[in-house]
């Protein structure tokens, strides 16, 4: 994590396990979790391997 990133985390009132548990939700539409989600909501996949759902927003669970 760079330092930026990190004082941002540290700085808002969300804890670690709270971004864990909001990285960990799976996408209705392809299944894969929200950290496999770009920041513009498309799947880039798992594995190297590009998500090919057709998913251009995260829809969780």
Wanted: glycine share 6%.
């Amino acid at each position: 994590m760079t330092k930026e990133t990190e004082l941002k985390v540290k700085e808002s009132s969300l804890s670690i396990s709270e971004l864990i548990s909001h990285f960990r939700e799976k996408c209705k539409i392809c299944g894969h979790h929200r950290i496999m989600h770009n920041d513009l909501g498309a799947c880039e996949g798992v594995m190297n391997r590009p998500c090919n759902s057709g998913c251009d927003s995260f829809d969780p669970e």
